[in-house]
């Protein structure tokens, strides 16, 4: 469900929520919204469960609002621990 966030109703639910929030989720600090991305402090909104792992996109309590710096290190922190999992070894056998 990569294709979400180019819908017109991801833009403009991303918009209502942007528009009333003020910080971070992570860091506490304001958000920035005179940034755009791939400004660190820009504001974006994060999913809390990753649509890749079944949450929903468009779920308000799902979504919270963060830095752009810190939601890309969540995003990439969960990529690796997925392309960890894929890559882990068979169980080796027991003697």
Known sequence: ???????????KLRAEFLALS???ARCGQPLRPDLKAPHPLS???????????????????N????????????GASFGNAARRA?????????W
């Open 22 to 24: 003020t910080h971070c």
């Open 63 to 74: 979504l919270r609002a963060m830095h752009y710096g810190e939601n890309a290190s969540l």
């Open 43 to 61: 504001s974006t909104v994060d999913h809390i469960i990753p649509i890749a792992a079944g949450g929903d996109p468009f779920d308000w309590g």
């Open 1 to 11: 469900m990569a294709g979400v966030r180019s819908t017109a109703r991801w833009q």
């Open 86 to 94: 894929r890559r882990r070894p068979a169980a080796s056998r027991e």
